[in-house]
């Protein structure tokens, strides 16, 4: 598990469901482009405004979708595009040819289907799919839940269940700082 101090929480970042390449996502989630070519450049911008090249991401799955014989649609051209380290990549349920045993990009540390981070006295867990994280651990192993899949169906916050949605829909198509989720679950 990585431990971050909340100044080093500044620094990392979080997020899930870019969909590159995905054409049909626009209409599924409401997505505000005209085209998948506008999409693919906002949600490149906007990670390469945010994240530099010394700070650590969280990705929790989905980085595209579409036929992957083209390499611009594999989740490996992808992740290389992008600055930073992926510290773990969450793999999700359109992450084909991203396996924690196949070797990862070369930005990222490591694949996983889960992983933990504790930061602001907060232990998080991280994982794609919010409806396997309960039927697979107890809550009573993390305090809340970072999760993305769900696009905007879910809020970014739910309280009553512990629970942080980082779908690109309601992270405004750019990466959360752990800093801005501690600051989340401190001060409703």
Known sequence: MDIYTLEE????????????????????????????????????????????????????????????????????????????????????????????TTVPPKNVQKVLIEDYIEAGGHRFRLIHDPVTATSIKPMEEYDWLIHGHVHNSKPIIDRINKSINVSVEVTNYAPISLYDIILLVQYP
């Open 9 to 100: 929480a500044k620094n990392v970042f979080i997020i899930s469901d870019f969909h590159f390449g995905h054409k049909r996502i626009l209409d599924y989630c409401n997505r505000p482009f005209a085209t998948v070519d506008e999409m693919n450049e906002v949600l490149l911008n906007n990670y390469n405004r945010i994240v530099k090249e010394d700070s650590l991401v969280y990705f929790l799955g989905d980085m595209a979708f579409g036929r992957q014989e083209r390499r611009e649609y594999t989740p490996k051209w992808w992740c290389e595009q992008l600055p930073g380290t992926i510290v773990t990549y969450i793999k999700g349920s359109h992450d084909h040819k991203i396996r924690p």
